[in-house]
């Protein structure tokens, strides 16, 4: 069992910054793949940004693609999800994900075992 918990949400204008934090309960921290989605007012759940637990690769939504930056700190069992100029458009509830031990980051959800309850982010504009 992995228990996921999000943090760093808030009210940000146009142009400003947050950064989001998900920590991670669980010794085999190093060996999850996580992701962040996000999931906008009547709108479905959708992929934000991803990072193999094996080496740097991530992978990024076209639409967040230069302004986020997805990381991790495997001694603080936490992935961090940098937002830079942000975009009404980016108003959502955040979500954190991992896929089991030892498996590759993924696009898709459907793959991923373990959700966070998600943090709020809004924009104005």
């Known amino acids: 069992q992995v228990h996921l918990v999000e943090s760093g949400g808030g009210l940000v204008q146009a142009g400003g910054s947050l950064r989001l934090s998900c920590v991670a309960s669980?010794?085999?921290?190093?060996?999850?793949?996580m992701g962040w989605w996000r999931q906008a007012p009547g709108k479905e759940r959708e992929f934000v940004a991803a990072?193999?637990?094996?080496?740097?690769?991530?992978y990024y939504a076209d639409s967040v693609k230069g302004r986020f930056t997805i990381s991790r700190d495997n001694a603080k069992t936490t992935v961090y999800l940098q937002m830079n100029s942000l975009k009404p458009e980016d108003t959502a509830v955040y979500y954190c994900?991992?896929?089991?031990?030892?498996?590759?980051?993924?696009?898709?959800?459907?793959?991923?075992?373990?959700w966070g309850q998600g943090t709020q982010v809004t924009v104005s504009s």
């Open positions: 990072l193999n637990w094996s080496g740097p690769s991530a």
């Open positions: 994900a991992t896929r089991r031990p030892g498996q590759p980051a993924s696009t898709s959800q459907d793959e991923y075992y373990y």
């Open positions: 669980g010794r085999t921290f190093s060996t999850y793949s």
